[in-house]
Nanobody, 123 residues
Framework: QVQLDESGGGLVQAGGSLRLSCVISGRTFSTTAMGWLRQAPGKGREFVASISRSGGDTAYADSVKGRFAISRDNAKNTVYLQMNNLNVEDTAVYYC????????????????WGQGTQVSVSA
């Protein structure tokens, strides 16, 4: 059974930083593309960032480009999302997601989801 466990969410002031982590188990990490999605209050789930199996290819939503960075450590079965210069619009539940094969910018393509971690940004 594939399991994704996120951590690192919390409350931060605008302009601050947080780093989310996600550990995957039950699947060979090096063959799994990873990503982060988020859902703000009253809104649908949206793509944030993705990273390929090797870590060589990354993609970002326009709203986070230049502020967020996704990375992975295949030795630790862990993917990270470094979030800098956070603003109030980044407030959401952040989900770690995974899929077989190539990475994707579409939420619907991801087969495995974590439970989510809350990120709250105050003005």
């Amino acid at each position: 059974q594939v399991q994704l466990d996120e951590s690192g969410g919390g409350l931060v002031q605008a302009g601050g930083s947080l780093r989310l982590s996600c550990v995957i188990s039950g699947r060979t990490f090096s063959t799994t593309a990873m990503g982060w999605l988020r859902q703000a209050p009253g809104k649908g789930r949206e793509f944030v960032a993705s990273i390929s199996r090797s870590g060589g290819d990354t993609a970002y939503a326009d709203s986070v480009k230049g502020r967020f960075a996704i990375s992975r450590d295949n030795a630790k079965n862990t993917v990270y999302l470094q979030m800098n210069n956070l603003n109030v619009e980044d407030t959401a539940v952040y989900y770690c997601v995974a899929k077989r094969g190539t990475s994707s910018t579409r939420a619907i393509d991801y087969e495995y989801w974590g439970q989510g971690t809350q990120v709250s940004v105050s003005a």
